[in-house]
């Protein structure tokens, strides 16, 4: 079931299922486009070293309208061109890099 990668983002198929304007797509074979979207992706998500799985996807929310078309059967697809863009809302996700852990210790009286 593909989901977007984008945090944040709650398009996943179940969720998107009745949205005919959402499409899911892979990241691109080509090493210079990839490199191009993992550098949006890992600004967004605010980890540099996020690795993508063979079933990573980003929605077509994260792209420019112009940048998506519909073929002769009604698929939505990416133009070649097309990386993704990080929006306003994308960018309200705060990460915690770090954790601080308080112990406490019993006292007996």
């Not at 899911?24 to 998500?45: A, Y």
């Not at 863009?85 to 890099?97: C, E, N, P, R």
């Amino acid at each position: 079931m593909p989901s977007c990668v984008f945090r944040s983002c709650t398009n996943y198929t179940a969720t998107v299922r009745d949205k005919k304007n959402v499409s899911f797509h892979s990241l691109p074979k080509d090493g210079l486009m990839k490199e191009k979207w993992l550098k949006v992706i890992r600004t967004q998500r605010r980890e540099d070293d996020w690795m993508p799985s063979t079933y990573s996807t980003v929605c077509s929310e994260h792209f420019l309208t112009s940048d998506v078309y519909l073929t002769k059967k009604n698929i939505r697809r990416l133009k070649r061109t097309a990386v993704p863009v990080i929006k306003k809302h994308d960018l309200t996700v705060v990460v915690l890099s770090t954790c601080y852990c308080v112990k406490f210790q019993n006292k007996t009286p």
